[in-house]
Nanobody, 118 residues
Framework: QVQLVESGGGFVQPGGSLRLSCAAS????????MAWYRQAPGKQRELVAS???????THVDSVKGRFTISRDNAVNTVYLQMFNMKPEDTAVYYC????????????WGKGTLVTVSS
């Protein structure tokens, strides 16, 4: 059974930092492109950042220079380090795994809530 479990969300003031973790079980993330998405209240889910199985990263323009995605295949975990956070970063953050051999094979976590407010 595949599970992706996000953690690290919470409340932070503007300008603050958080690090999200996504721990995978039932798969080896070394064979997956891993990504973080977020969904703010009343908005569609959007891609925040991704890292391919060979380590190439992408970040959406709104988080470039503030967020960094990384992966540690040895502990089967992907991270999202967030700095200089803004109220518009408030959302539920989801982890996704996409299999390298068949891109329609995707797994999602249940999400972790991040709230940025003064």
């Amino acid at each position: 059974q595949v599970q992706l479990v996000e953690s690290g969300g919470g409340f932070v003031q503007p300008g603050g930092s958080l690090r999200l973790s996504c721990a995978a079980s039932g798969i080896r993330i070394s064979q997956y492109t891993m990504a973080w998405y977020r969904q703010a209240p009343g908005k569609q889910r959007e891609l925040v950042a991704s890292v391919t199985d060979y380590g190439v990263t992408t970040h959406v323009d709104s988080v470039k220079g503030r967020f960094t995605i990384s992966r540690d295949n040895a502990v089967n975990t992907v991270y999202l380090q967030m700095f200089n956070m803004k109220p518009e970063d408030t959302a539920v953050y989801y982890c996704k795994a996409q299999w390298r051999f068949q891109t329609n094979v995707n797994y999602w976590g249940k999400g972790t809530l991040v709230t940025v407010s003064s």
